[in-house]
């Protein structure tokens, strides 16, 4: 299987875009919080697919990923998982028996291990929809993001302002995945490192309540010729997240109002990537294309 995978990572890997500067509002903690006893399973979903699976981990989290799943988003959720069953194996020395309270293909956990629902949106707008960078770059000047609340405050101003932008919709793709409490965290930071890898360099940042600004280069809306403002979306969730397949301009709105409402009490973490951010830049029809391969065109 390790040829397989690692065959898979290298074709669904996109090419890092060094086309715009971009700028990121996020933070959050996976601190443990009161959550059920047990945990029988999850799944990866590529824009609609989730299910339990009261066997616990297994060949659920892989049937998704090689028949029909999303790319990166997909490869680094079965990943997270693969990487918590191989560690559980050998602490439970070697010889194929799971540690105690995986007896049974059941996990029974402490309060504080629950499942934990990664979502990702990326979408694609006319350039002409500046007003969002303005709302974004804004948002970020002023939110609070040390904080559960600031961070859901982020998280709905910035649905909210994508929700106002209708006409100006082009492509969408939304992904959701359930990983184990303790796979969560690091799982998270490789979805957030590939969205930002995808920037020139951040010019507008803050993050966990520090606002930084990049020397590069200042903020400011994208130039004129260019085609395309990108977004992304990354929320981690303590409850499950449904989202459905994003064929449409009905499907991205209902999308959005779902995450957007999730509440502070459940938000663990949370990233808005945009660009382009620096004054003038541009992204191109092929760069958003190279850059955001799963895109959807509505």
Request: proline content about 5%; aromatic content about 6%; glycine content about 16%.
């Amino acid at each position: 299987m390790v040829p397989a995978l690692v065959l898979t990572l290298l074709l669904a890997m996109p090419q890092a875009s060094q086309a715009a500067s971009g700028g990121r509002i996020g933070g959050g903690s996976f601190r443990s919080a009161p959550m059920p006893r047990s945990y029988g399973g999850g799944g990866y979903r590529g824009g609609g697919y989730q299910r339990g699976y009261g066997g616990g981990f297994g060949f659920p989290f892989v049937v998704p990923f090689f028949f029909g799943g999303g790319g990166l988003f997909g490869f680094l959720i079965l990943m997270a998982v693969v990487g918590l069953l191989v560690n559980a194996v050998r602490g439970g020395g070697g010889g194929g028996s799971l540690p105690a309270g995986m007896q049974g293909g059941a996990i029974d956990r402490a309060p504080s291990d629950g499942p934990v629902s990664i979502a990702q949106l990326q979408v694609g707008l006319l350039a002409s929809a500046r007003e969002l960078q303005q709302d974004l770059r804004q948002l970020a000047g002023s939110a609070d993001t040390s904080t559960s609340s600031g961070l859901q405050r982020v998280l709905q101003d910035s649905t909210l302002a994508l929700l106002r932008q209708p006409d100006l919709w082009v492509y969408a793709n939304a992904e959701v995945g359930q990983v184990p409490f303790q796979a969560a965290e690091s799982t998270f930071n490789r979805l957030s490192m590939t969205e930002r890898s995808k920037l020139r360099s951040e010019v507008t940042s803050n993050v966990s309540g520090t606002v930084s600004a990049n020397s590069g280069g200042p903020a400011g809306d994208a130039d004129a010729v260019s085609d395309y403002i990108a977004v992304t979306l990354l929320v981690a969730s303590r409850s499950r997240l449904t989202l459905k397949p994003v064929n449409g301009s009905e499907d991205l709105r209902e999308t959005l109002r779902i995450l957007g409402s999730v509440p502070s009490s459940q938000l663990l973490a949370l990233e808005v990537i945009w660009q382009p951010e620096g004054a003038g830049d541009v992204l191109s029809a092929d760069e958003l294309i190279t850059a955001y391969p799963q895109l959807k065109h509505l």
